[in-house]
């Protein structure tokens, strides 16, 4: 059911009333023009959300860099969260996840060609990535709802089915960063993670609850998982591995340090029981003493052939860490990808598409 896991710490509540009073008046002086937004000659879209914890924003950045790399040349900028490098920095083929962040380094190992930037300050990212890239024909903005100094020509807000936006409340005793209101400066909506048994009547219940205006677009999107992939190809014979063909024999266990590892987890139980389970926060950077842990886990398994089974994001930390052999051969991630639901898919994507193309940059021919 739509938003049953809401947990809500009814004591913060007065501290959640004096947040909104500064997040609501800092949008005040966006709404006024008192605090400046800027907009580019470039085609910008923007991918966000509401609330804090993970919505699915790293699998429809990939969703739109696939729909639009094969005709336009495409850059990402992200904050980088977590990253111990600062300022604006392009990704390069020897970055590490350290550098750029987890998100920005899982990005660019999956789209080698193209251009993966980090900043926190979105408008000086943009400026220095038309500087320094003039070919480009698009930037995606990760995570940037709420820095409202830049406008951009889409903003795309995602919601997850499974925390409800209507009974959430606002930081710290919800996870909203600003309240559900501001929704209204969205122009495309896609409620993510939905199950894929949804009834008719609960798309239409859902729609009533965002209170949309006729502007807005609003999508509903699942997650489909793919076979796992060796972490370490070079350590492993088999780099592909179906969870459905794993033998009963074989022991499992799980390690994420995401926001909300509760979907993957279920999909693994449906198709094999893990026996054991390690949980880090999210954007976890792995300690000496978390990777003992992990071997002294793993060993306790007991199977005739035994597997770790990881998200694509915390194999992108783990693949820089000095992990034992048998771990490496052992570790696996389970792939994720965005599948829009009731035949949507062509909509959404005809709308992407058109919106580049009528307001893509006229480019000053070479010399």
């Not at 990939?62 to 639009?68: A, G």
């Not at 219940?205 to 992939?229: A, E, V």
Request: with cysteine; net charge positive.
């Amino acid at each position: 059911m739509y938003g049953k896991s809401i947990k809500i710490n009814r004591w913060l509540i007065p501290f959640s009333w004096l947040y909104g009073l500064g997040t609501g008046l800092r949008n005040k002086l966006f709404d006024w023009g008192i605090l400046p937004a800027e907009e580019f000659d470039i085609p910008v879209i923007s991918v966000g959300n509401l609330a804090v914890g993970g919505t699915g924003k790293t699998p429809h950045i990939e969703y739109l860099i696939e729909l639009l790399h094969p005709k336009y040349r495409v850059a990402v900028l992200s904050r980088g969260y977590k990253r111990k490098s600062r300022g604006f920095l392009v990704a390069s083929p020897s970055s590490t996840a350290r550098e750029i962040g987890d998100e920005p380094y899982q990005i660019k190992l999956k789209f080698p060609d193209i251009v993966v930037a980090v900043d926190a300050n979105r408008r000086r990212g943009i400026k220095l990535l038309k500087k320094q890239q003039p070919d480009l024909d698009v930037i995606l903005l990760d995570d940037a709802f709420q820095h409202r100094y830049v406008t951009p020509l889409t903003s795309i807000v995602l919601t997850d089915y499974n925390r409800a936006l209507h009974l959430d409340k606002l930081l710290p005793a919800g996870r909203l960063r600003e309240s559900r209101h501001e929704l209204s400066r969205a122009d495309i909506v896609i409620v993510t993670k939905c199950p894929t048994d949804m009834k008719p009547i609960e798309y239409n219940i859902i729609s009533r609850w965002l209170h949309l205006f006729p502007y807005q677009h609003l999508y509903f999107t699942t997650l489909d998982y793919g076979k796992l992939q060796a972490v370490f190809p070079e350590q492993n014979k088999n780099r592909e591995v179906a969870l459905d063909e794993l033998p009963e024999t074989a022991g499992l266990m799980t390690l994420t340090g995401i926001a909300n590892p509760q979907p993957m987890q279920q999909y693994i139980a449906r198709h094999h029981a893990p026996q054991a389970d390690l949980r880090y926060p999210d954007h976890h950077h792995f300690t000496a003493g978390d990777l003992r842990t992990i071997a002294e886990r793993f060993g306790s398994l007991k199977g005739k052939k035994n597997y770790i089974v990881t998200t694509e994001k915390d194999a992108a930390r783990l693949r820089t860490a000095p992990l034992d052999d048998s771990v490496k051969r052992a570790l696996y991630y389970l792939p994720i990808h965005v599948r829009f639901m009731r035949h949507a898919g062509t909509s959404f994507d005809e709308k992407i598409s058109g919106t580049i193309y009528k307001n893509r940059r006229v480019k000053p021919p070479r010399k």
